[in-house]
């Protein structure tokens, strides 16, 4: 038995490599979902925000660390997050709660993932996309606030009597800070991907029905009158054709297309039965 071959619209298999794309990107938005979290919590967990040249000092976005010896390593830190009163100044304590926040919503996001299991994706999408934007801008607006709290006498212990509002003094940008910019922007874009993916839909369209022009090449030997031989599609234009006898004045055709008799053949009326049918297309 030979091979059956299909032909399929164009529209229709651009819209199922779509589909198939759509999925790998969903999933592609999940694993950087996952990764957006753990920059966060790293961010928020670390008092590498600030920093001197040296190893004397940290400071992080809720707690300030200084060394009390060089060569022993042993270092002191103030603020605690089960008490946000320890946190010195009101900008590094508005700082510590923003961010505290956005990446407790990331980690929230993270749980909602497993909705997609009980919830249709579409929903699900709405949902994290949400979730990922208000924890972007609580984290920006942390990293913003953050520097209005440099003018404290525990910063300025570390950074030198240089410090102040959004003055470094002796201090240096660290990675976490920088970590947490980046999530900012991370968070701001997978919310993006999120609502995309749950406002574009694939509407498939139906198979063509028989109605519709061909689109492959036709087999010979399986041809009706609305098909042509000459190309692949209908020949939607051609004129039906029609058989007529040509006229013989006022001859009987009585039995022109009868079965073949001996009275039909012996008929005065009528030639040569084998000629007496001559049909030309029109």
């Given at each position: 038995?030979?091979?059956?071959?299909?032909?399929?619209?164009?529209?229709?298999?651009?819209?199922?490599?779509?589909?198939r794309?759509?999925?790998?990107?969903?999933?592609?938005?999940?694993?950087?979902?996952?990764?957006?979290?753990?920059?966060?919590?790293?961010?928020?967990?670390?008092?590498?925000?600030?920093?001197?040249?040296?190893?004397?000092?940290?400071i992080?976005?809720?707690?300030?660390?200084?060394?009390?010896?060089?060569?022993?390593?042993?270092?002191?830190?103030?603020g605690?997050?089960?008490?946000?009163?320890?946190?010195?100044?009101?900008?590094?304590?508005?700082?510590?709660?923003?961010?505290?926040?956005?990446?407790?919503?990331?980690?929230?996001?993270?749980?909602?993932?497993?909705?997609?299991?009980?919830?249709?994706?579409?929903?699900?999408?709405?949902?994290?996309?949400?979730?990922?934007?208000?924890?972007?801008?609580?984290?920006?607006?942390?990293?913003?606030?953050?520097?209005?709290?440099?003018?404290?006498?525990?910063?300025?212990?570390?950074?030198?009597s240089?410090?102040?509002?959004?003055?470094?003094?002796?201090?240096?940008?660290?990675?976490?800070?920088?970590?947490?910019?980046?999530?900012?922007?991370?968070g701001?874009?997978?919310?993006?991907?999120?609502?995309?993916?749950?406002?574009?839909?694939?509407?498939?369209?139906?198979?063509?029905?028989?109605?519709?022009?061909?689109?492959?090449?036709?087999?010979?030997?399986?041809?009706?009158?609305?098909?042509?031989?000459?190309?692949?599609?209908?020949?939607?234009?051609?004129q039906?054709?029609?058989?007529?006898?040509?006229?013989?004045?006022?001859?009987?055709?009585?039995s022109?297309?009868?079965?073949?008799?001996?009275?039909?053949?012996?008929?005065?009326?009528?030639?040569?039965?084998?000629?007496?049918?001559?049909?030309?297309?029109?």
């Amino acid at each position: 038995m030979g091979s059956k071959v299909e032909y399929v619209d164009s529209t229709q298999m651009y819209a199922t490599s779509y589909a198939r794309n759509s999925k790998a990107v969903a999933v592609l938005w999940g694993v950087f979902t996952l990764c957006y979290a753990v920059i966060c919590l790293v961010a928020f967990a670390t008092p590498e925000w600030l920093g001197t040249t040296s190893s004397s000092g940290r400071i992080g976005v809720w707690t300030i660390c200084n060394a009390i010896d060089a060569q022993s390593g042993i270092e002191t830190c103030i603020g605690k997050l089960e008490d946000v009163t320890t946190i010195p100044g009101v900008a590094l304590r508005s700082a510590a709660i923003l961010v505290g926040l956005g990446t407790l919503l990331s980690l929230v996001c993270v749980l909602a993932l497993l909705l997609f299991f009980f919830c249709g994706t579409t929903s699900v999408f709405m949902i994290c996309g949400w979730i990922q934007l208000f924890s972007a801008i609580l984290i920006g607006a942390g990293v913003i606030v953050f520097p209005a709290g440099w003018d404290t006498s525990e910063v300025r212990l570390t950074c030198g009597s240089s410090a102040g509002q959004y003055a470094l003094g002796d201090c240096s940008v660290r990675w976490a800070l920088v970590l947490a910019v980046i999530g900012c922007l991370d968070g701001v874009i997978l919310a993006s991907l999120a609502f995309i993916l749950a406002t574009r839909h694939v509407r498939l369209r139906p198979d063509p029905g028989p109605g519709l022009p061909y689109k492959g090449e036709i087999n010979g030997a399986f041809l009706n009158d609305a098909q042509s031989l000459s190309g692949s599609r209908k020949a939607i234009n051609m004129q039906p054709v029609m058989l007529m006898q040509p006229s013989a004045g006022d001859a009987d055709r009585y039995s022109e297309f009868s079965n073949r008799t001996g009275r039909s053949k012996a008929s005065g009326y009528r030639g040569d039965y084998s000629s007496s049918v001559q049909n030309f297309q029109l």
